[in-house]
């Protein structure tokens, strides 16, 4: 609100900017390293390494439970990559930053808020 007060309304370049903080922070949260966004897809890209802790917790299930309910907003696949398999999380139909934040808002929601 003190940026609105002092200098305006923000711009919708600024507003993107932070809204790619969010998606980085919830995307983190969800266990994603990395997320892309190109050609009206959104790929976020889970811990490469396979043995990693992080796929027997609670937080990797619940994200697995809320795909399987909600097929229809993202899908889990597997690439192969240079360095063996990674596992993706997959949305379609993603053609902005609000967009994107609006389909990662759900996991915030369902799974990192009850964590």
């Given amino acids: 609100s003190e940026l609105i007060d002092r200098f305006g309304e923000i711009p919708s370049q600024a507003e993107?900017?932070?809204?790619?903080?969010?998606?980085?922070?919830?995307?983190?949260?969800?266990?994603?390293?990395?997320?892309?966004?190109?050609?009206?897809?959104?790929?976020?890209?889970?811990?490469?390494?396979?043995?990693?802790?992080?796929?027997?917790?609670?937080?990797?299930?619940?994200?697995?439970?809320?795909?399987?309910?909600?097929?229809?907003?993202?899908?889990?696949?597997e690439k192969q990559t240079r360095n063996g398999l990674r596992l993706l999380l997959v949305f379609e139909r993603i053609t902005s930053v609000e967009k994107a934040l609006s389909a990662l808002a759900p996991f915030e929601t369902k799974i990192v808020s009850k964590t």
């Fill in 16 to 77: 993107d900017l932070l809204n790619s903080v969010r998606i980085k922070w919830i995307a983190n949260s969800i266990g994603l390293e990395k997320i892309v966004m190109k050609k009206g897809k959104m790929i976020g890209y889970f811990i490469a390494d396979q043995q990693s802790g992080f796929y027997q917790t609670d937080t990797f299930t619940k994200v697995l439970q809320f795909v399987q309910s909600h097929a229809q907003l993202c899908k889990i696949k």
